[in-house]
């Protein structure tokens, strides 16, 4: 077992903060829920750093607990939602929305549609170009698992967006 040095962690950190943040806020819909998912990973591993077999899969183990980090946060959205009145949240700030076009909206807002399980399956493998076998490995799921359910995913994206340019 190698236990990462907090020198590591902290180059990961300044490597691919940018990166995991722009990952979880595709996950979780705003901005500083990502960066409070993102930040809470990193200091759980500086009080406490993963036994891994191999240094190099440090990322990996990152990008996975980013994305159980984020499957929490939805969790804890739901059970506030549903003791409060609904509402949707911004999810893109002005500057944002400005910069993006129109499209890219509507792209991102059947992401958001798109059951749970599908939206990482896509945005681990087109958004962080991960392999099959690495979405597999973040997700906790079997290589098979991660294609079929990104052809659904896809599906579901086509239709949703066919639907709403019909409209």
Known sequence: MVIPQSRDIVALYEEHQSGLIRMAVLLVGDRATAEDVVQDVFLR????APDLDDPGKLLAYVRAAVLNGCRMALRRRRML??????????????ESAAMLGEQRREVMAALRRLPRRQREALVLRYY??????EVAGAMGVRP?????TMVRALAALTRELG?????
Request: aromatic share 6%; charged share 35%.
């Open 163 to 167: 639907e709403e340019e019909a409209r």
């Open 144 to 148: 098979g698992t991660v294609r079929s």
């Open 81 to 94: 939602w549903r003791h409060t009145q609904p509402h949707e949240p911004p999810v893109w700030s002005a």
């Open 45 to 48: 591993m500086q009080d406490r």
């Open 128 to 133: 962080l170009d991960l392999s099959d076998d």
